[in-house]
């Protein structure tokens, strides 16, 4: 069951601080709602342990997250993929711009694409709909407040 979701953020940080925090495995993981480990494996690799509840099923998720198509400091794809055991699996990933707002602001764009299946799916595509844009949102406004300057 695939999913498409997108938003935009305004971030009180130069667009060159953005891109380093969408670089680093420590603001990532802190931002990640549910997010329990983040280890780098390489420049672009990350091993993943996430948990989520969605509706009545909570899962835990071992995965990677691969960051590609690198365009610094301007744009990448954030890709993931977890298996979640016998709840099912989620993959999908979003593609996340960077523009100048001025010398001290960025906005951020994203573009976001997730494909569930397994016992998960059986949840129904409006509750499966409405989860993923509320984690989508929080990752993004949580990752706002952190590299805001404050």
Known sequence: MAM????????????GRVWEALNDPDILKACI????????????EFAAVVSVKLGPIKAKFNGEVELQNLNPPHSYTIAGEGKGGIAGFAKGGADVSLTEDGP???????????????????LGSRLIQSSSKKLAGEFFSSFNETVSTS
């Open 104 to 122: 001290d602001a960025t906005i951020l764009t994203y573009k976001a694409k997730a494909d569930v299946g397994g016992k998960i799916a059986q």
């Open 4 to 15: 498409d979701m997108s938003g935009e953020e305004r971030i009180a940080a130069p667009i």
């Open 33 to 44: 709602p549910g997010c329990e480990s983040l280890d780098k494996k390489s420049d672009t």
